[in-house]
């Protein structure tokens, strides 16, 4: 290879040169620059956006414990008894009680409950109730109206 090299008139070796060190600054710019400066490119905008998500982030942390600290002055401590004896009792006083039901734990926090024919409105009321007395909440309810007036099948779950 060398001989063949200074085989070439000087002319013909300065352009076999300028040529390989063009082609040598074209391939590193193609194989090593320009991925990386996209790269780059693509990270800044990541930063940006990671950037006005923190933002929104911590606003949003500002507010919950805004809400929170404002909430908890009116908002009673959570009962020590169990999930189903508040369940039992609270339904006790409402019409509710003589509704056909079937009451099953499904863990310790979380309840399922069952009515065969329920009133929609003293439904609603009492889930209200437990709602804003014991802070449970529903998570999975399942309303069929029957033929009765304001008269439902419900299977709800409810979790504290």
């Known amino acids: 290879m060398n001989s063949l090299f200074k085989n070439l008139n000087p002319r013909e070796r300065y352009s076999l040169i300028v040529g390989s060190s063009a082609l040598l600054v074209f391939l590193v710019y193609i ?7 996209n790269q ?5 905008l990541r930063v940006g956006e990671q950037v006005d998500e923190l933002a929104w982030m911590q606003q949003a942390a500002k507010e919950a414990k805004q809400l929170r600290t404002a909430g908890t002055a009116s908002v009673p401590n959570r009962p020590t008894a169990s999930l189903f004896s508040i369940i039992d009792s609270s339904m006790a006083q409402t019409s509710l009680a003589k509704a056909n039901k079937r009451i099953e734990p499904s863990t310790e926090q979380e309840i399922r409950i069952s009515f065969e024919q329920a009133n929609f409105s003293d439904l609603i009321q009492w889930i209200a109730g437990l709602k804003q007395q014991y802070h449970l909440q529903v998570q999975v309810i399942t309303l069929e109206r029957l033929a009765g007036n304001d008269s439902v099948k419900v299977q709800l779950t409810l979790k504290q």
């Open 40 to 44: 780059v490119q693509e990270m800044r």
């Open 31 to 37: 194989l090593l620059w320009q991925p990386w400066q």
